[in-house]
């Protein structure tokens, strides 16, 4: 079974609006964490948000959030106010494992493009 | 300013030959790794390593090679027993007490 899915191979959002890009994961190890990195055309990887198995609350940073649903195994990460400089490829990753040995497994991507 | 440099951006090779892609980060950072991006595809671990003298191998490891004999420093070889080289390869680097990779600039290798 794939670690990390995102069924959404490319999304389009007007200028200004939000939009949530989707990402479901299958784990057994009861400590894991969801990531969420952003690679423009450059082809560097910016991390944008992480979200603990345990952490009680949803992460945020800036206009992004992520909508950590542990039953059902999403975590899906919403932009709020899209920019133009938004447009790139979404990359959600898991971790898996105690701190020190970080295997991280990550999704195929979204490409998002924002329409002005 | 601290970060992870890769060197070359563009690398081209011919088939047969090995060729070593630099990583350098002054994060001090134990952890580092590499991984191969193929287009429309996401990111594979080829290598990691927790500390000096010590890498592991991720789940294409065949026909790489790396070391790490500086915590700065985790060159990889792509030798020519890899079957399919020409991509995108990644390194970053990450703490023991944070969660988050920090990625460099990336080397795209294309093998004719």
């Known amino acids: 079974a794939q670690k990390i899915t995102q069924t959404q191979p490319g999304m389009f959002v007007q200028e200004k609006e939000a939009v949530t890009l989707d990402c479901t994961y299958d784990?057994?190890?009861?400590?894991?964490?969801l990531f969420w990195y952003k690679q423009p055309s450059s082809g560097e990887m910016i991390f944008l948000i992480y979200?603990?198995?345990?952490?009680?609350q949803n992460a945020t940073e800036g206009r992004y959030s992520l909508n950590f649903q542990k039953a059902r195994k999403s975590a899906n990460l919403v932009i709020s106010a899209s920019q133009l400089g938004d447009s790139a490829m979404y990359f959600c990753?898991?971790?898996?494992?105690?701190?020190?040995?970080?295997?991280?497994?990550f999704g195929i991507g979204t490409k998002l493009q924002v329409i002005p | 300013d601290g970060g992870i440099t890769q060197s070359p951006k563009y690398l081209f090779r011919k088939e047969g030959q090995n060729v070593t892609l630099s990583c350098e980060q002054n994060?001090?950072?134990?952890?580092m790794y590499w991984y191969r991006q193929d287009p429309g595809q996401g990111l594979r671990l080829i290598y990691y390593?927790?500390?000096?003298?010590?890498?592991q191998k991720g789940d294409i490891a065949e026909g790489y090679s790396v070391s790490r004999e500086k915590k700065e420093s985790f060159p990889l070889t792509v030798t020519s027993a890899q079957k399919n080289p020409t991509a995108f390869y990644l390194c970053?680097?990450?703490?023991?007490?944070?969660?988050?990779?920090?990625f460099g600039p990336g080397t795209r290798l294309t093998v004719t």
């Open positions: 990753a898991m971790r898996e494992g105690l701190r020190g040995y970080q295997k991280v497994t």
């Open positions: 784990t057994s190890d009861p400590s894991y964490g």
């Open positions: 979200q603990g198995s345990y952490d009680q």
């Open positions: 390593s927790q500390i000096v003298n010590d890498f």
């Open positions: 994060l001090n950072h134990d952890a």
């Open positions: 970053a680097s990450s703490t023991t007490a944070t969660y988050e990779q920090y």
